[in-house]
């Protein structure tokens, strides 16, 4: 058998040296920054009672009754009250949820504070003020409610105020739909950062593949959710769960929102 004596080529046994250029992914990172917070806020599953905590309908009445005495407050005084009231509460907060609310609150404070820069620049300080502590209380009101009350029990309550069950179950599902699209499009982000090698200066242009296969795939979840739905004969009745007992920890957190009409009623009297 005769051998071959051709050399190998030179290109071929060259090395390799490719160096990619440096590429910057900013763009992609705050995007997949973005999603994974809009997730960790929608993320309503991880609710813990604390131990003096009310049940979920008359946590919902406490909330509801001091965000709207803080919306329709005329006296920073009452405000204020508020607002050490919750930072009193917020002391006894988880870390993780902790961070939770103050980032929220602290967020709708200073967007309503730069909304409301032009009142301060025509002479109405107080104004822009007032507005950005009663963003900052009822964020944080909310958020808490939210940090500390199961899904499950939220849903329940709505149903002890007699909210109708189709609306219940639409919030439900919009709310696990959304958190699904997101973690498709936080998986999708993460393709795109790890799988462009060198320099691309097209990343933007690959957001529109993005949003379209989001809108393929919700469309594909709508119909195999409706398909579902009829297989097990949804029959209209949504059974959210069972609806929550009042307990007799309750009559004392209703106090406390009478004593706080109380001291509403007085400030807006002085004020």
């Known amino acids: 058998m005769a051998r071959d004596t051709r050399e190998i080529p030179s290109w071929l046994a060259e090395s390799e040296q490719y160096r990619p250029g440096r590429d910057r992914d900013g763009f992609v990172a705050r995007n997949l920054l973005q999603v994974s917070s809009a997730l960790a806020f929608l993320r309503m599953d991880d609710g813990r009672p604390a131990r003096f905590s009310p049940s979920a309908p008359a946590k919902l009445v406490l909330a509801l009754g001091c965000i709207l005495l803080t919306s329709l407050a005329r006296n920073y005084l009452f405000v204020l009250v508020m607002l050490a009231a919750v930072l009193v509460r917020a002391c006894f907060l988880p870390q993780r949820s902790l961070v939770r609310v103050a980032g929220t609150a602290c967020a709708a404070a200073a967007l309503t504070l730069v909304v409301m820069l032009p009142a301060c620049l025509l002479g109405q300080p107080r104004s822009a003020l007032m507005l ?10 909310a958020v808490m409610v939210a940090v500390t009350t199961p899904q ?7 149903r002890a105020f007699g909210v109708p069950s189709v ?4 919030v439900e599902l919009a709310l696990h739909g959304i958190v699904r699209l997101g973690q498709t499009a936080a998986e999708m982000l993460t393709a795109l950062r790890l799988r462009s090698v060198g320099r691309n200066d097209a990343k933007q242009a690959s957001m529109g593949g ?4 989001l809108l393929l ?4 979840a709508a119909q195999e959710t409706g398909d579902a739905m009829r297989c097990r004969g949804y029959d209209g009745t949504y059974h959210a769960g069972g609806r929550p007992s009042w307990k007799a920890l309750d009559l004392a957190w209703l106090a406390l929102l009478f004593l706080i009409i109380a001291l509403f009623a007085y400030l ?3 004020a």
């Open 167 to 170: 609306i219940i179950m639409t």
């Open 268 to 270: 807006q009297g002085v």
């Open 210 to 213: 993005i949003g379209g296969m």
């Open 132 to 141: 950005s502590t009663k963003a900052l209380v009822s964020c944080a009101i």
């Open 152 to 158: 499950g029990q939220l849903t329940g309550a709505l």
């Open 217 to 220: 795939k919700a469309s594909r």
